[in-house]
């Protein structure tokens, strides 16, 4: 028989959710500490479930714990962002490589749809809502490659990604152009265009990582 969950598991969870919400989406900075007194507080917690969730954010690679310090949000150096985006790379060309072979009309449709819900937050300049339309959009066509393995592997580099996908979103132009390229992959993946969608995929990664790296990274991150 199993025992009831205690709370303060239950809570650790919450409290990780809502720390990883922040962080992935740019609102507590890279870098920045994290005190579990001063999250408990602002929670509404005690500091236990806190240093439960802080020690989830170390094992997920969004926290690191640095001898007598404490907690801060994980910072990223120059080498770091160019090896996490050479992998992003090779793994999102293979998906939508895939894509265009086992896409059904009813997930490119569903495609359209979403990339005109991404334009209205766009125009809205409403850029937490973009960002969810960008994950979103690309989770889809991870999903319709149809590969589990892809999706485990995906999985690893998914939240360091977004963090650092919170970053090129705030670069001037950088939204305005990447909702472009969404435009011409779904043109290419409805047209079973392996080969363009592929290569439209790589330069669509890689610009993202040659802008973060021209205007997303802090001076002292970079190696």
């Known amino acids: 028989m199993l025992e009831p969950l205690p709370e303060t598991l239950q809570l650790g969870a919450r409290v990780y959710q809502a720390l990883l919400n922040s962080i992935v989406s740019g609102q507590i900075e890279p870098g920045s500490p994290l005190r579990p007194d001063a999250v408990a507080r602002q929670l509404d917690v005690s500091t236990t479930p806190v240093r439960e969730a802080m020690h989830r954010l170390e094992n997920d690679g969004l926290a690191t714990k640095l001898p007598y310090q404490g907690w801060f949000v994980r910072d990223f150096t120059e080498q770091q962002i160019r090896q ?52 979103d959009l690309h989770g889809a066509i991870l999903k ?80």
């Open 84 to 135: 996490l985006y050479e992998c992003r790379s090779a793994l999102e060309c293979f998906s939508v490589r895939l894509a265009c072979q086992r896409i059904s009309d009813a997930e490119v449709a569903w495609l359209r749809a979403h990339h005109s819900t991404g334009e209205a937050a766009l125009t809205a300049g409403d850029m937490d809502a973009y960002r969810l339309y960008n994950r």
């Open 144 to 223: 319709a490659a149809a590969n589990p393995y892809l999706s485990s592997l995906m999985g690893q580099l998914r939240l360091q990604s977004e963090m650092l996908i919170a970053r090129t979103i705030r670069i001037t132009g950088r939204p305005v152009r990447a909702i472009e390229e969404h435009h011409s992959v779904i043109d290419l993946i409805e047209k079973r265009d392996a080969e363009g969608a592929q290569r439209l995929m790589e330069h669509h990664i890689m610009s993202a990582l040659e802008d973060i790296l021209r205007w997303g990274v802090k001076p002292e991150t970079v190696a």
